[in-house]
């Protein structure tokens, strides 16, 4: 039997489904995602010079370990809080949206996929960005 037959089956029988089972991925955690790469990119933008948006793999480190790119080592102590203070913001909305719909905290591999979504917004122009080069 599937994960999902036994998910539905568990949801039917009024079980709690089972933790080891299912990962979730829905608009509140990608919205908050989405609003967190804004975020920062205005922060970025509003700096004197503007300062360069991190790569892939350090705005990764940065969500993820919440760990600040030598590339950002620049940035004032205001900024740089600023920006933890951001990612954590997220985080607990995140975990917060999660709570609301599945009465836990997400889990590494959702927080991987909004991470994820996250870095890609921020780290590619969107479809508006693109308009403007």
Same mark, same amino acid.
């Given at each position: 039997?599937?994960?999902?037959?036994?998910?539905?089956?568990?949801?039917?029988?009024?079980?709690?489904?089972?933790?080891?089972?299912?990962?979730?991925?829905?608009?509140?955690? &990608?919205? !908050?995602?989405?609003? *967190?790469?804004?975020?920062?990119?205005? #922060?970025? %933008?509003? =700096?004197?010079?503007?300062?360069?948006?991190?790569?892939?793999?350090?705005?990764?480190? &940065?969500? !993820?370990?919440?760990? *600040?790119?030598?590339?950002?080592?620049? #940035?004032? %102590?205001? =900024?740089?809080?600023?920006?933890?203070?951001?990612?954590?913001?997220?985080?607990?909305?995140?975990?917060?949206?999660?709570?609301?719909?599945?009465?836990?905290?997400?889990?590494? %591999?959702?927080?991987?996929?909004?991470?994820?979504?996250?870095?890609?917004?921020?780290?590619?122009?969107?479809?508006?960005?693109?308009?403007?080069?």
């Amino acid at each position: 039997m599937g994960n999902g037959v036994r998910n539905l089956l568990a949801l039917l029988g009024g079980e709690k489904v089972p933790d080891t089972f299912s990962h979730f991925l829905g608009d509140g955690p &990608l919205d !908050m995602a989405y609003l *967190l790469s804004g975020e920062i990119k205005d #922060l970025f %933008a509003n =700096t004197q010079p503007p300062t360069p948006l991190p790569t892939k793999a350090e705005a990764t480190k &940065l969500f !993820m370990d919440r760990v *600040l790119p030598p590339s950002l080592s620049g #940035l004032g %102590a205001e =900024t740089t809080e600023r920006l933890l203070q951001l990612v954590d913001e997220t985080w607990a909305d995140v975990d917060d949206c999660y709570e609301f719909d599945w009465d836990r905290a997400a889990r590494p %591999a959702e927080r991987k996929w909004v991470c994820e979504y996250a870095v890609q917004r921020l780290t590619e122009p969107g479809p508006d960005e693109r308009d403007e080069a």
